[in-house]
């Protein structure tokens, strides 16, 4: 396929080509046009004219309707999809399959349907000795878009979270200007193609491609046109993208990185906390913000849990490679680190020997570790691999003290049978989300965010529409 951008309603190769890296084998698989400071600027001023012509006129029966022709077209080409993502990324097709192209697809038509149920309200107000009229006043909101979304997304799920931005930012009436990542521009590209054969009007929806520092990114970012910004990724980017928004006072979503624990408990069901584990640390080979890197587990259960766990590791196959040379290299020096700062190496700590063509890609043997300290470098900084380190606790006030002991707050997984210590832990770790007996279980409604340096703001459901959205309110004298 061909790695274009979507401007004004038209697919185009402005800017000069940069090579694209399939990382299951290291080869190039194709390229795409790094967008200049020019095609930026026409992007974000078609967006404009977008808002002040038919995209702006539309109602939200009609911009639902256009998020479900969406949704059709995503699945009418899934396996075009499904193929896009696999190459881009180099995760399991099963994955890509059951996970990122249905929930794209399961983005659009969530939207969809929360547009005709959000609630409007009203208040009636009494001012005594209120000269003229009844000394009443009604009054009620009314939400209207923020204008051109600047949409910013990672590679690590490249379709899933552009969708989990661009849904709800189309939904609430604004037009989007995306740049997904460069390393992972090809389902992006395809969502445009969609978006096209959809019938949104030109330059609702436009696409840019290219890097980020000095490169598009910036240029978008920085952009004086660009009311809002929805950025995923890691938390020193995200830093880099408020300096630029704080020159225009421009509004921010951001989803950003985590040193994410789990707490197991004596009581929990050994067996379910290994298999939960051994999702959360390795799902995707560890490139999933939510992923689990710190696991803690009480003490008469540890060491038959590091032996399970360790075991279930080094049978692991099929797990994906890292996104990059450069990203393994950075996963790879972590693996040297905790040597060197005294780590037991359970399982893993290398690089797996295939005997074929992946043996020049860039993958990493997932890895458990134990008996580092907690101010140790591998357990406190993102590490973004198939890793995790596993410590002992002894009560649950050691748990939750050692869970929020972190400059992250993204996610965070409890495995116990006792319901009170359930309700009682979770509320009291420092995370946006937490799951109890389970990992990665969404409901597109629920709130999805971090606190400290994992992120600003909420996503999802209604709390999406009103970041996407202004509230104005209305006060008529009756």
């Known amino acids: 396929m061909r790695v274009r951008h979507y401007v004004g309603g038209e697919f185009r190769t402005d800017g000069a080509p940069f090579p694209l890296v399939d990382p299951v084998t290291g080869g190039e698989a194709g390229t795409a046009p790094e967008a200049p400071q020019a095609v930026v600027d026409e992007a974000v001023r078609s967006a404009r004219a977008a808002l002040s012509g038919e995209w702006g006129a539309t109602s939200p029966e009609e911009r639902s309707a256009a998020l479900r022709r969406i949704a059709d077209g995503i699945d009418a080409r899934f396996e075009e999809f499904v193929d896009a993502e696999v190459r881009d990324t180099g995760k399991p097709r099963e994955l890509a399959a059951t996970v990122d192209i249905p929930r794209a697809a399961g983005n659009f038509r969530a939207y969809a349907d929360l547009l005709y149920g959000r609630p409007e309200r009203a208040y009636t107000t009494t001012v005594p000795g209120w000269s003229g009229g009844t000394g009443q006043a009604l009054n009620y909101s009314v939400r209207r878009p923020l204008g051109v979304v600047a949409v910013i997304s990672p590679w690590n ?29 090809s389902t992006a590209t395809l969502l445009a193609e969609v978006i096209h054969d959809a019938g949104l009007p030109a330059g609702a929806f436009n696409l840019v491609h290219g890097h980020g520092a000095d490169a598009a990114g910036a240029f978008l970012t920085g952009h004086p046109g660009v009311d809002a910004i929805a950025f995923t990724g890691e938390s020193a980017t995200g830093a880099a993208i408020m300096r630029n928004a704080a020159d225009h006072v421009t509004p921010v979503s951001f989803e950003l990185g985590g040193k994410n624990p789990a707490l197991v408990f004596a009581d929990a069901d050994l067996d379910a906390a290994v298999d939960g584990t051994v999702r959360s640390s390795f799902t995707h080979s560890g490139q999933i913000c939510l992923c689990t890197e710190r696991v803690y587990v009480e003490r008469p259960v540890f060491d038959a849990f590091v032996e399970r766990l360790g075991e279930r590791a080094r049978k692991l196959d099929g797990y994906g490679p890292m996104i990059s040379a450069e990203h393994r290299d950075k996963v790879l020096s972590y693996y040297r680190l905790a040597v060197e700062e005294g780590a037991t190496v359970v ?40 890793v995790c380190h596993v410590a002992p606790f002894d009560t649950e006030e050691e748990a939750v003290r050692l869970a929020n002991d972190s400059e992250y707050g993204l996610a965070a997984t409890v495995w116990t049978r006792d319901l009170s210590r359930a309700h009682r832990v979770a509320p009291r770790i420092e995370s946006g989300i937490v799951w109890v007996n389970c990992w990665n279980l969404r409901d597109l409604r629920t709130p999805f965010g971090g606190v400290k340096a994992s992120g600003i703001g909420r996503e999802g459901g209604e709390y999406s529409l009103d970041f996407f959205s202004e509230p104005v309110n209305v006060c008529i004298q009756i």
Do not use: M
């Open 157 to 185: 799920l490249p379709l899933l979270l552009l969708t989990w931005k661009v849904a709800p930012a189309l939904a609430a009436g604004n037009a989007v200007v995306a740049k997904p990542s460069e390393e992972t521009p």
């Open 347 to 386: 399982a893993g700590g290398g690089v797996p020997v295939f005997g074929d063509g992946r043996d020049q890609g860039f993958h990493v043997e997932p890895t458990v570790l134990t008996g580092l300290p907690e101010q140790a470098r591998t357990v406190r900084e993102e590490i973004f691999g198939p």
